[in-house]
């Protein structure tokens, strides 16, 4: 029997150190934008009710528009705000010259739809892709605003050096926040692409024949060792709360003895949603500007 080492051996796909340098690269671009033009890419966020997850999420987004320079512009409203004055709220923001990208956190209090909201959002300024039109961009290949996560996932593996082309990837999520927009993405790369969910019959079945799995289940410790072939590509996107209550992704630990490469929660795909989330909004202000 084979005894596998204790060292971790698969390598890092790490997301602090890439958004941190992509960061960079915005922050001069943006300066460049305010010496040119007079003025800066601006992002409303808009938060209802009082989860806390979604307040430490708002923070790290408005963190990292500052960071760069982006203007950003907060607006927190009670859990108990109607659809209707939400969706006006939007509206209002829609006709806003200085605003250049809408986000509204997920998820919306009990009894709120969620479609009607996120569709009420102008496409010009829907920077977490989550409008059916900015949706269907992506599906024809324009990824000019592209879906956070799903593209998040995607630059993470370009930075490896990890072609998807002809390669059989295996996403185990059907939302259309995550898994659907990045089928899409991943077969404008030529990837092979299978979309598992909870009504996946033979689970392991696709996994263990996958180069490269993405996982977004929210089920601690899903993927083992025994889940995947040896020197598959593995990227975490779960995120769910253990037995003993701390915070993990998807991924067991054992997988990094077997992987290729892995993701890290934290430290992998969440610092890239963000980074990609703040791109978008610079790239709306181009194109309001006439510069895209």
Same mark, same amino acid.
């Given at each position: 029997m084979r005894c596998r080492s204790s060292v971790k051996r698969a390598q890092t796909l790490d997301g602090r150190a890439l958004a941190?340098?992509?960061?960079?690269?915005?922050?001069?671009? =943006?300066?460049?934008l305010r010496a040119k033009h007079g003025? $800066?890419?601006?992002?409303?966020?808009?938060? #209802?009710? /009082?989860?806390?997850?979604? %307040?430490?999420y708002v923070s790290r987004k408005q963190q990292a528009c500052r960071r760069v320079g982006?203007?950003?512009?907060?607006?927190?409203?009670?859990?108990?705000? &109607?659809?209707?004055?939400?969706?006006?709220?939007?509206? !209002?923001?829609? +006709?806003?010259?200085?605003? *250049?990208?809408i986000l509204v956190q997920l998820p919306l209090p009990e009894g709120m739809s969620k479609g009607r909201v996120l569709q009420s959002i102008s496409p010009d300024k829907d920077v977490d892709a989550f409008h059916a039109e900015s949706m269907g961009h992506a599906l024809i290949?324009?990824?000019?605003?592209?879906p956070c996560t799903p593209y998040g996932v995607l630059l993470l593996l370009d930075e490896a050096?990890?072609? =998807?082309?002809?390669?059989?990837?295996?996403?185990? /999520? %059907?939302?259309?926040?995550?898994? !659907?927009?990045?089928?899409?993405?991943?077969? *404008?790369? *030529?990837?092979? $692409?299978? $979309?598992?969910?909870?009504? @996946? !019959?033979?689970?392991? %079945? %696709?996994? +263990?024949?996958?180069?490269?799995?993405v996982t977004a289940t929210g089920v601690p410790g899903l993927i083992n060792a025994a889940a995947i072939k040896e020197g598959a590509v593995v990227v975490d996107v779960g995120l769910g709360r253990a037995k003993d209550g701390t915070l993990k992704g998807d991924v067991a630990d054992d997988v990094w003895e077997k992987a290729s490469w892995v993701s890290p929660v934290p430290g992998? #795909?969440?610092?890239? @949603?963000? &980074? $990609?989330?703040?791109? /978008?909004?610079?790239? &709306?202000?181009? +194109? !309001?500007?006439?510069?895209?």
């Open positions: 941190k340098r992509r960061e960079e690269r915005l922050r001069n671009e =943006v300066e460049a003025k $800066v890419p601006g992002l409303a966020v808009v938060l #209802v009710g /009082n989860d806390p997850a979604s %307040h430490v982006v203007m950003d512009r907060e607006y927190r409203l009670p859990a108990d705000t &109607s659809e209707d004055a939400l969706v006006g709220l939007i509206a !209002k923001l829609n +006709r806003d010259a200085d605003i *250049n990208g290949g324009d990824e000019s605003l592209a050096g990890i072609d =998807v082309a002809g390669r059989d990837v295996v996403v185990i /999520n %059907h939302s259309n926040l995550i898994g !659907k927009p990045l089928a899409a993405l991943l077969m *404008n790369r *030529n990837a092979t $692409v299978t $979309v598992c969910h909870k009504g @996946t !019959k033979d689970l392991l %079945h %696709h996994t +263990r024949n996958a180069d490269i799995l992998g #795909v969440g610092p890239m @949603t963000i &980074s $990609v989330l703040v791109e /978008n909004t610079v790239r &709306s202000f181009r +194109r !309001k500007m006439g510069l895209a």
